[in-house]
């Protein structure tokens, strides 16, 4: 094989791993993030509106890291594998 085709078979192998990789860390974060806000609203139900909103705006954040992964995902696939 080539050293092209070998570049491409890298790209494609290290999209993979940085989907597998970089979806562990904001899952975790987003289950420990709606478990602290059920035991909060648990403790506390008539704050729930506020700390559900909080929980949405954290979610976000938590998912940005997610979505970070799959832009480079998509650039190793659509960039360096070409």
């Known amino acids: 094989m ?3 085709n070998w570049v491409k078979v ?6 993979g791993v940085c989907m597998g990789l970089g979806s562990i860390g904001p899952s975790l974060g987003q ?8 035991e909060s609203i648990g403790k506390k139900p008539e704050s729930a ?3 559900t909103r909080t929980m ?3 979610l976000a954040f938590a998912e940005s890291s997610a979505i970070y992964a ?5 650039v190793l696939m659509f960039v360096v594998a070409r």
Not at 31 to 38: L, Q, R, T, V, W
Not at 70 to 74: F, N, P, R, T
């Open 10 to 15: 890298a790209a494609c192998i290290a999209a």
């Open 31 to 38: 289950g420990f993030i709606g478990g602290k806000a059920c």
């Open 2 to 4: 080539e050293v092209v």
């Open 49 to 51: 509106g506020i700390i």
């Open 56 to 58: 949405v705006v954290a």
């Open 70 to 74: 799959l832009l480079v995902a998509l």
